[in-house]
């Protein structure tokens, strides 16, 4: 069955440390991945997604087929990162299946 | 551009109460979903419409019902509510257009006492 791990409930790091948000999945296809953020009050929203290979706020996350990861990393966090983090695989037709979350803290 | 737009965003409810969640995107997107967000759980599907007029079972769709109304409008039905399901329902859309990125609504929190 497809599943998301985040093994991680809770990280807290010091401002300007560096940042790993750990995904791991179980897919028998081939998968596509993205990571999700909630701000404080604010909706979920899609931080990033493995087909763009793209940066999105100082954030990179590189798919491991091998390691069936897709760790989210940031070399320097700020404190405005604070936010509950969602990895999630597509299972096709457009639906998503998530993780638990990962809410991120960081101290000044 | 409001999105996905969900109401209401609070209610309580007594067990065994009836109450419909609505939704409604702007965005002309296809397929829209229902999720509940439980601490420790992540989000879990509840029910989604690939399209207008087909809707499909979740991970998580027992004591809910839907109905997508019209290409807009996709409600989520308790129709006797359990305290099991105190939760945050989140709307949610997409679309081929879009990418398939899943554009969410601001979540709905809903007790059952």
């Known amino acids: 069955a497809q599943r998301v791990t985040q093994p991680e409930k809770l990280l807290s790091v010091f401002k300007g440390a560096p940042v790993e948000l750990k995904c791991n999945y179980s897919?028998?296809?081939?998968?596509?991945l993205f990571w999700y953020v909630q701000y404080s009050r604010q909706r979920l929203q899609l931080l990033l997604r493995h087909i763009s290979r793209e940066s999105i706020k100082g954030f990179t996350a590189d798919l491991n087929k091998g390691e069936t990861s897709f760790h989210l990393k940031k070399p320097f966090a700020q404190e405005e990162d604070s936010a509950m983090y969602y990895c999630a695989l597509s299972q096709g037709a457009q639906k998503l299946v998530f993780g638990q979350g990962t809410r991120l803290t960081i101290n000044p | 551009n409001a999105g996905v737009t969900q109401t209401p965003k609070f209610q309580v409810l007594k067990t065994g109460q009836s109450m419909t969640l609505q939704c409604a995107q702007d965005m002309n997107h296809n397929s829209m979903y229902w999720y509940r967000q439980d601490p420790g759980m992540g989000l879990r599907l509840i029910y989604y419409s690939a399209s207008e007029g087909t809707t499909d079972k979740g991970e998580v769709p027992n004591g809910y019902n839907v109905s997508r109304l019209n290409k807009r409008e996709f409600s989520l039905r308790l129709e006797s509510a359990a305290p099991s399901q105190t939760s945050v329902y989140f709307c949610?859309?997409?679309?081929?257009?879009?990418?398939?990125?899943?554009?969410f609504g601001e979540g709905s929190w809903l007790t059952v006492v």
């Open positions: 897919y028998s296809g081939s998968p596509e």
């Open positions: 949610a859309s997409s679309d081929l257009a879009s990418g398939n990125t899943i554009y």
